[in-house]
Nanobody, 124 residues
Framework: QVQLVESGGGLVQAGGSLRLSCAASGRTFSRYIMGWFRQAPGKERQFVAAISWGGGNTPYADSVKGRFTISRDNVRKMVYLQMNSLKPEDTAVYYC?????????????????WGQGTQVTVSS
């Protein structure tokens, strides 16, 4: 099993950047598929990005391609989401998720472990 804690959220102006971090615990972290999801008020939880064990497979939601970058550090047991060119529609609570899988997952129902979330607010 693994425990996840997100950090790095906050208030930023449109066009700005923010880097989210996810600290993970667990002896087998390097074997977990990691993902970032977000949920805005009144909307369903949305896939943002995911990353494979070695970082070679990184699918992104169409809405964030070219702006967001997911990465991981298996030694430090950290996952990051670099967010550039932020837009007001990026405003949401961002969640880090993990699953012990051999394939990258993009559905929130497929992930077994979740962090508490961190708020990202982008002003116009």
């Amino acid at each position: 099993q693994v425990q996840l804690v997100e950090s790095g959220g906050g208030l930023v102006q449109a066009g700005g950047s923010l880097r989210l971090s996810c600290a993970a615990s667990g002896r087998t972290f390097s074997r977990y598929i990691m993902g970032w999801f977000r949920q805005a008020p009144g909307k369903e939880r949305q896939f943002v990005a995911a990353i494979s064990w070695g970082g070679g497979n990184t699918p992104y939601a169409d809405s964030v391609k070219g702006r967001f970058t997911i990465s991981r550090d298996n030694v430090r047991k950290m996952v990051y989401l670099q967010m550039n060119s932020l837009k007001p529609e990026d405003t949401a609570v961002y969640y880090c998720a993990a699953d012990y899988s051999t394939v990258v997952l993009t559905s929130d129902e497929s992930y077994d472990y979740w962090g508490q979330g961190t708020q990202v607010t982008v002003s116009s």
